[in-house]
């Protein structure tokens, strides 16, 4: 359930907490138009232009997300003395994003990526970027802004490397010394296969291919992938490490486990932008005291709101609001499982070396007895699976007239149920095929029932579980309500 996400998000205009954003600032401009023939004059497709836009990239993508999100956001970066800057700043103050610190240079152009496209299709991409490498008097005046910035004391500082020249290695670990002595953490979303430059931040955010890069892994080898990022977060001290991967999710290390947060994408119209966003919303997360885990959770489902969009958006927080509360809704129905899925589910748990809890029953008309049994139940684990028997099977158990609730509903209305985690329908006689394909650690009945006679409890003590006997609510159950109603 996301109530506590919901919550959390909610929130994010309430206090005054501000981030502070230092980068790669860039210019995101958009060509759109149709194609409808190709040139004589070469053999590539012409764009009928329909319209142009601009918007904030790069670091500067990355403010925007936390801005659009409801928090104070300052920026630190560097533009050109050129029309493309001025456009550049005017959007990001336009986001209500702090641009005091922002420098101008003459050496260099504002870093920006011009796309052409036609419909949702780039056709080609023109950068315009300086390779020189920051003077001394550059790094010197960044460096101030710098310091200027953090005597506001922000939550969080966040380093968007883009490669670009802002965040040199002696920059990056200046920043770093300066805000550990501060107690301000630090997240990064890192460049390069060095990652030695990020030395000490709270977590960086790469994404498989970086972190493949960074590790000398093949991008392929999900299991030496994951365990190299194990031993990078160890070798530069993080607390952890998150490692975006795409439609594969993210995966989270931090010093006990590794975990699996699944992507939430529906559709994917654009990547553009995606990290901004997952940094952005990470950081967002935790200033306001979530976990890792669930601002993770809490970034995923933002990166899948602007992955559906076409190019560099940021996300907001009423969007990410909706997102939450509908998928809080589609979430107690996605509970609801064929053995494919649910073999999913239970790989994924224990995975994270969570506790599988199972139970099993007809649950005809649900009632308060039914709920307490269930929360007990959850009680004895992490991860709690409802085995339902099948309508089918309910009428050769309690008779021809019985089940009152059709098999379909009984299912929805106990997926809606928090202690519930899964759904399952059988429809054999008993649940020993289901047990012995799920292998819980706990299989748990009422106490009207001893361990012997409980079905599976054998082979799930075969395999290190456990049997539990939950106290039944007395007076409570299905048949003295039908008794009642007179049916």
Avoid at 195 to 224: F, H, Q, R
Avoid at 349 to 356: D, E, V, Y
Avoid at 408 to 418: F, N, P, Q
Wanted: glycine residues 8%; proline residues 3%; negative net charge.
């Amino acid at each position: 359930m996301n109530s506590h996400l919901i919550e959390t998000v909610r929130h994010f205009t309430d206090t005054k907490k501000s981030i502070l954003v230092i980068g790669d600032v860039m210019l995101d401009r958009y060509l759109m138009g149709n194609v409808n023939r190709i040139s004589p004059e070469a053999p590539v497709p012409v764009v009928l232009l329909k319209q142009s836009e601009d918007r904030a990239g790069g670091a500067a993508n990355v403010a925007a997300n936390l801005s659009g999100l409801g928090l104070h956001t300052e920026i630190i970066g560097c533009i050109g003395e050129d029309a493309t800057g001025k456009i550049l700043k005017k959007i990001i103050a336009d986001a209500d994003i702090g641009i005091e610190n922002v420098m101008a240079s003459t050496l260099r152009p504002t870093v920006s990526k011009t796309r052409v496209m036609s419909g949702n299709q780039q056709i080609v991409r023109i950068d315009d970027e300086s390779s020189a490498a920051f003077t001394v008097e550059e790094n010197a005046l960044l460096l101030s802004n710098v310091a200027k910035a953090l005597n506001k004391k922000p939550a969080m500082v966040i380093l968007s490397d883009y490669d670009k020249g802002v965040l040199s290695d002696n920059t990056c670990k200046t920043i770093i010394e300066n805000c550990k002595k501060l107690g301000i953490p630090v997240i990064a979303d890192p460049k390069g296969r060095d990652y030695s430059k990020y030395k000490g931040a709270s977590t960086l955010t790469p994404n498989k291919k970086e972190t493949a890069e960074a590790c000398g892994v093949d991008i392929n080898n999900t299991e030496a992938l994951l365990h190299a990022a194990e031993q990078l977060k160890n070798t530069l001290d993080l607390d952890f490490l998150a490692v975006t991967r795409g439609e594969e999710g993210i995966s989270l290390i931090d010093d006990i486990q590794i975990q699996h947060i699944p992507a939430t994408a529906k559709k994917v119209f654009d990547v553009s932008g995606a990290g901004d966003t997952v940094i952005a919303t990470l950081a967002a997360g935790l200033v306001h005291g979530l976990n890792p885990h669930d601002a993770l959770q809490l970034a995923n489902i933002a990166a899948g709101i602007v992955v559906g969009k076409v190019g560099t958006v940021p996300v907001t927080q009423a969007e990410l609001l909706k997102a939450l509360v509908s998928e809080d809704g589609q979430s107690q129905a996605d509970k609801i499982c064929d053995r494919s899925q649910l073999a999913e589910l239970v790989s994924r748990w224990k995975a994270n070396q969570q506790k599988i809890v199972f139970t099993n029953g007809c649950f005809d008309l649900l009632h308060a007895g039914h709920v307490t049994y269930l929360e007990a139940a959850k009680k004895t684990g992490d991860k709690l699976i409802l085995g339902l028997n099948t309508d089918r099977s309910v009428s050769a158990i309690k008779g021809p007239t019985r089940p009152v609730v059709h098999e379909g509903d009984r299912a929805r209305v106990l997926a809606a149920l928090a202690s519930v985690d899964a759904v399952i329908l059988f429809d054999e006689d008993t649940p020993l095929q289901l047990i012995n394909a799920i292998q819980p650690d706990v299989i748990v009945k009422g106490d009207d029932y001893t361990e012997e006679q409980v079905v599976g409890g054998k082979e799930v003590k075969s395999w290190g579980g456990s049997v539990k006997l939950i106290p039944l609510v007395q007076g409570r159950s299905t048949s003295n309500i039908i008794k009642k109603l007179g049916t």
